[in-house]
């Protein structure tokens, strides 16, 4: 065995240990695949006599069919949708599809890869995707594609997604995930005497606006109805625009962090605001039911009841550029497949599919070109005929684009979580930060902590 991969082996297997201690204390080089070379042509076609040409019409050759089958592990459903519109185009080739829980596929892919036998292809999540894409065993996918469409169609920043730690492509990301606020168009009329996404967009262009909205209809519906349900979800907007966290190894906590706190707590603190947690049922019945305005969350929203609000929804472009939720799709260096494979991804970042993927499940695509080509006049039915790739462009604008490491959004989220939870227990920020210092130093005990001074 090589160095290389001895020491991802021991880095994976001391991973999986600490999962199993927090579960119970919470309850070689890669391999290039041979391209074929085209068939030499081996016959000389005869001339054509001229004067026969009207008659003579060239058939192109048929393309070779591609038969066979892989096999794809999934923590989510939405692979179904990838594999049923790839066998529309591609019948012969078939797709074994394996979908694990969402909670255990983690630990599941650790195991896997200490073993060395992975699927043909598999998803990761963007919550724990770089704890895996510098492993040799996840083939650089330019090895099978055209990865420089990345670089030049792709969304900035999830054109860096899809590498690992030395610039190489490990993983398709094929969405772009972006986080909008969601609303509905009845409610808005209402209370905020429009329903175009541009002139409420105009409306809460930050936290100290949004108050100002917020007081506004509060008075106005006597307290019935408010426009942001939780503190929590600030940080969904808020977090990406912050300074990472952690650089070279350690972990600093600039001001805005500071100040992003303090923005939570004023908004907590303030009478015009309820406290849903976020991403409950409560949550959702409330805002289905008009009793808050907004709600921030990605494109792929599954939080809206269709059959009552179908044409009653719209969208509106949040304070701060964000997206959550990616997934990456990766390949096993060792499959044996890689010409089914290519034929996969290829479908799943083409035109065709990013176009059905938008009409059919409201993803938006990763490909920036296409966002661009295909929002001129567009219109979606179900968010009453507005142009929401026009306000998606516009989000995604925003989001900063850099490379994600294996810090990035577990740090975010456990950020959210202690600063949230702080918010709500009158803790100080000395507290919040102490308290959110010591779960990182548990959990990543090779970083180097610098404490920040406490404002």
Not at 137 to 166: C, H
Not at 189 to 218: F, K
Request: proline share 7%; aromatic share 12%; with cysteine.
């Amino acid at each position: 065995m090589k160095k290389g991969s001895l020491k991802w082996l021991i880095a994976t297997m001391l991973i999986v240990t600490a999962l199993v201690i927090t579960a119970c204390s919470r309850n070689g080089d890669e391999p290039t695949p041979v391209t074929p070379e085209p068939p030499a042509q081996t016959t000389t076609p005869e001339p054509v006599d001229e004067d026969d040409n009207d008659e003579v019409e060239e058939t192109p050759e048929e393309p070779i069919a591609l038969s066979g089958s892989f096999t794809y592990w999934s923590y989510t459903d939405s692979a179904h949708n990838l594999v049923a519109a790839f066998n529309a185009v591609y019948p012969d080739i078939h797709v074994d599809v394996t979908i694990f829980g969402g909670g255990e596929y983690r630990t599941h892919m650790l195991t896997t890869f200490m073993s060395g036998d992975l699927p043909d292809l598999f998803d990761l999540e963007e919550g724990y995707m770089y704890e895996f894409l510098d492993s040799p065993l996840i083939l650089d996918l330019s090895t099978i594609m055209d990865t420089g469409v990345f670089a030049r169609e792709w969304v900035p920043f999830q054109n860096y997604a899809m590498k690992n730690g030395n610039g190489v492509y490990k993983a398709l990301i094929f969405q772009s995930s972006p986080v909008v606020m969601w609303y509905l168009r009845d409610v808005a009329e209402e209370w905020l005497g429009t329903s175009d996404d541009r002139e409420i967009s105009a409306m809460i262009y930050s936290w100290d606006a949004m108050l100002e909205v917020a007081r506004d209809v509060y008075l106005a519906s006597d307290g019935e109805v408010t426009v942001w349900p939780n503190v929590g979800s600030m940080f969904v907007v808020d977090a990406l625009t912050k300074p990472t966290l952690v650089v070279d190894n350690t972990l600093t906590i600039a001001p805005q962090w500071f100040d992003l706190i303090n923005t939570m707590r004023r908004v907590w603190e303030s009478p015009y605001t309820r406290h849903y947690p976020a991403w409950s049922g409560e949550w959702a019945a409330a805002w289905n039911n008009g009793e808050f305005l907004f709600r921030a969350m990605p494109s792929w929203d599954f939080f809206t009841d269709w059959d009552r609000n179908r044409g009653n929804v719209g969208i509106a472009v949040p304070p701060s550029g964000a997206f959550e939720g990616n997934t990456g799709i990766s390949v096993f260096a060792n499959s044996e497949h890689h010409d089914l494979i290519a034929t996969f991804l290829n479908y799943v970042a083409s035109d065709e599919f990013q176009t059905l993927n938008l009409e059919q499940h409201n993803q938006v695509p990763a490909n920036l070109r296409l966002i661009q080509d295909l929002s001129n006049g567009f219109s979606a039915p179900d968010f009453g005929g507005q142009n929401i790739l026009d306000t998606y462009a516009r989000v995604l604008a925003t989001i900063p684009a850099f490379t994600p490491d294996r810090f990035t959004r577990p740090l975010i989220n456990t950020f959210q979580g202690r600063a949230s939870t702080g918010i709500q227990n009158d803790w100080t920020d000395e507290e919040i930060i102490n308290e959110f210092i010591d779960m990182i130093a548990d959990q990543y005990p090779e970083l180097t902590i610098v404490r920040p001074d406490i404002p």
